[in-house]
C-alpha cells in the first residue's frame, strides 16, 4: 500500500492511499516522492466524515516538483538573514559557530522544510521552518532579557536553550517532504531529530561536553511537553513552553483569519472556540479534559 498527500495548485491537501502494486512499484523503483495526476486518476470519496482520496492511475512520475508551484512560500533567505543575526546575538562565540555551521550545512533541507504538516497550525508553508525558528528566537530574546531565570543561567547554559530551539524540529526535515509525509514518518519526528543531530555528536561534545549533548537530545526528544514525552530538565521544558507559545498564537491567528473578522475587540472566546483543544462539551471553562490536548497543538 502507499500512502500520502495529493496537493492542488493554491495548498488545498488531501491525503491519498494506493493499493495498486504496479504504481506503487512505479514509486519505488524510480525513487520520487512526487506525481502528476490529473482528475481522472484519482477518485475523491468521503472517509470518517472526511474526504480521501484512491490514487487510480498516474500520468507522470516527477522527480523535479518544486513545492513552491503548489503552496505559499515564506521567505527562507529572509528568516535565515534574521536567524542568523539573533544566534550571534543570543549565544557565545563557539555557541554561535557551531549552530550556524548546523544550519548551514542543512541549508537546502531546511529552505523548503515545514513546521507542521500542510494543512497543520503554525506554518505549512515552504519555508515554514525556518520561519518558526526565527519566530522562537525572537520569544528567546524577549525572555532572556526579561526573566531572572533566564540571566542567572551561565553562557553556556543559555547556549543549549537556543540551540535546542533552533534544533528542536530538525526531524521535520525528514518527516515530509514537498508537503507529503514520507515512508519514515513511521517514526515522530522528535526521533528522527536525534537521528538528524548524532551526525554531530562529535563537534557538539568537541565545543562543550557530553553531558551537552544529552541535554539536546532531551530537549528534541521532550519538546512536547505534556503531550507526549514530559520534560525532565528546565532547558526541555523552556523550549516546550516558547515552542507551545508559536503554536498557539499561530492557531489562534488562523482562527481569527478564517472568521473573516476585521475587528476583534468585542468577540468572546466562546464566539471562537478554538479547535486545537479538545474540551468537554458540558464544560464551558478552558480547561483540558482529563488533563490532555490534542497532540496536534504542538510541532
Same mark, same amino acid.
Given at each position: 500500500?502507499?500512502?500520502?498527500?495529493?496537493?492542488?495548485?493554491?495548498? /488545498?491537501? &488531501?491525503?491519498?492511499?494506493?493499493?495498486?502494486?504496479?504504481?506503487?512499484?512505479? $514509486? %519505488?523503483?524510480?525513487?520520487?516522492?512526487?506525481?502528476?495526476?490529473?482528475?481522472?486518476?484519482?477518485?475523491?470519496?468521503?472517509?470518517?466524515?472526511?474526504?480521501?482520496?484512491?490514487?487510480?492511475? &498516474?500520468?507522470?512520475?516527477?522527480?523535479?516538483?518544486?513545492?513552491?508551484?503548489?503552496?505559499?512560500?515564506? =521567505?527562507?533567505?529572509?528568516?535565515?538573514?534574521? &536567524?542568523?543575526?539573533?544566534?550571534? %546575538?543570543?549565544?557565545?562565540? %563557539?555557541?554561535?559557530?557551531?549552530?550556524?555551521?548546523?544550519?548551514?550545512?542543512?541549508?537546502? =533541507?531546511?529552505?523548503? /522544510?515545514? /513546521?507542521?504538516?500542510?494543512?497543520?497550525?503554525?506554518?505549512?508553508?515552504?519555508?515554514?521552518?525556518?520561519?518558526?525558528?526565527?519566530? @522562537?528566537?525572537?520569544?528567546?530574546?524577549?525572555?532572556?532579557?526579561?526573566?531572572?531565570?533566564?540571566?542567572?543561567?551561565?553562557?553556556?547554559?543559555? =547556549?543549549?536553550?537556543?540551540?535546542?530551539?533552533?534544533?528542536?524540529?530538525?526531524?521535520?526535515?525528514? +518527516?515530509?517532504?514537498?508537503?507529503?509525509?514520507?515512508?519514515?514518518?513511521?517514526?515522530?519526528?522528535?526521533?528522527?531529530?536525534?537521528?538528524?543531530?548524532?551526525?554531530? %555528536?562529535?563537534?557538539?561534545?568537541?565545543?562543550?561536553?557530553?553531558?551537552?549533548?544529552? +541535554?539536546?537530545?532531551? &530537549?528534541?526528544?521532550?519538546?512536547?511537553? +505534556?503531550?507526549?514525552?514530559?520534560?525532565?530538565?528546565?532547558? /526541555?521544558?523552556?523550549?516546550?513552553?516558547?515552542?507551545?507559545?508559536?503554536?498557539?498564537?499561530?492557531? @489562534?491567528?488562523?482562527?481569527?483569519?478564517? @472568521?473573516?473578522?476585521?475587528?476583534?475587540?468585542?468577540?468572546? $472566546?466562546?464566539?471562537?472556540?478554538?479547535?486545537?483543544?479538545?474540551?468537554?462539551?458540558?464544560?464551558?471553562?478552558?480547561?483540558?479534559?482529563?488533563?490532555?490536548?490534542?497532540? +496536534?497543538?504542538? =510541532?
Amino acid at each position: 500500500m502507499l500512502q500520502g498527500s495529493i496537493i492542488v495548485r493554491g495548498g /488545498a491537501s &488531501i491525503r491519498f492511499v494506493c493499493f495498486d502494486n504496479l504504481i506503487v512499484s512505479q $514509486f %519505488k523503483d524510480n525513487g520520487v516522492s512526487s506525481i502528476y495526476v490529473s482528475d481522472g486518476d484519482v477518485t475523491i470519496q468521503d472517509y470518517n466524515g472526511g474526504l480521501s482520496a484512491k490514487l487510480e492511475g &498516474i500520468r507522470g512520475l516527477s522527480a523535479d516538483y518544486n513545492p513552491a508551484e503548489f503552496m505559499e512560500v515564506i =521567505d527562507p533567505s529572509k528568516n535565515a538573514h534574521e &536567524i542568523g543575526a539573533l544566534v550571534r %546575538k543570543l549565544m557565545t562565540e %563557539k555557541g554561535a559557530q557551531l549552530t550556524l555551521h548546523m544550519l548551514s550545512d542543512r541549508g537546502k =533541507d531546511l529552505s523548503v /522544510a515545514m /513546521a507542521a504538516l500542510y494543512g497543520g497550525y503554525h506554518d505549512g508553508k515552504v519555508g515554514g521552518l525556518l520561519n518558526h525558528i526565527r519566530k @522562537l528566537l525572537r520569544y528567546a530574546e524577549v525572555a532572556m532579557a526579561e526573566y531572572e531565570l533566564l540571566n542567572t543561567m551561565s553562557p553556556e547554559e543559555r =547556549d543549549l536553550v537556543v540551540l535546542g530551539l533552533v534544533v528542536h524540529d530538525f526531524g521535520k526535515m525528514l +518527516e515530509l517532504k514537498n508537503g507529503a509525509y514520507t515512508d519514515i514518518s513511521i517514526v515522530p519526528h522528535t526521533y528522527l531529530g536525534i537521528e538528524i543531530i548524532s551526525k554531530y %555528536k562529535d563537534l557538539i561534545e568537541q565545543t562543550y561536553n557530553e553531558m551537552f549533548y544529552r +541535554e539536546l537530545q532531551a &530537549i528534541i526528544l521532550e519538546h512536547h511537553g +505534556e503531550f507526549g514525552e514530559r520534560p525532565k530538565t528546565v532547558y /526541555a521544558y523552556l523550549v516546550h513552553v516558547i515552542d507551545l507559545l508559536d503554536s498557539r498564537v499561530s492557531g @489562534l491567528q488562523r482562527k481569527v483569519e478564517g @472568521l473573516g473578522l476585521e475587528d476583534t475587540t468585542n468577540i468572546s $472566546f466562546d464566539d471562537y472556540r478554538l479547535q486545537f483543544n479538545r474540551y468537554n462539551e458540558s464544560n464551558t471553562g478552558s480547561y483540558p479534559v482529563n488533563g490532555t490536548e490534542n497532540s +496536534e497543538t504542538v =510541532d
